[in-house]
């Protein structure tokens, strides 16, 4: 069983920025797809950023020009650099690897 663990977030003021990362137990770190996730209450888990074992990476609408999802294979961990946040933002974060194991999650909460 993959462990999978988030951390970074935290309550930020609206044009601020949070740094979240995920690191996974194991060796195949390299090898798995990565991918953000987010909730917010009563909402519905939204996909948000995800980047693949060979780096390429894709975003929801609502995170492009404001996100940036990156991995770095040596400390096993993916990162998703937040800027211009919004109060809309606020949510759990979630990640996701291959396609499978899920984290915890961590709050982030923007205020206006």
């Known amino acids: 069983q993959v462990q999978v663990r988030e951390s970074g977030g935290g309550l930020v003021q609206a044009g601020g920025s949070l740094r979240l990362s995920c690191t996974t137990s194991g060796h195949a770190f390299s090898q798995y797809d990565m991918e953000w996730f987010r909730q917010a209450p009563g909402k519905d888990r939204d996909f948000v950023a995800g980047i693949t074992w060979s780096g390429s990476s894709t975003y929801a609408e609502s995170a492009k020009g404001r996100f940036s999802i990156s991995r770095d294979n040596t400390k096993k961990t993916m990162y998703l650099q937040m800027s211009s946040l919004r109060p809309e933002d606020t949510a759990v974060y979630y990640c996701?690897?291959?396609?499978?194991?899920w984290g915890q999650g961590t709050q982030v909460t923007v205020s206006s």
């Open positions: 996701r690897a291959a396609d499978a194991y």
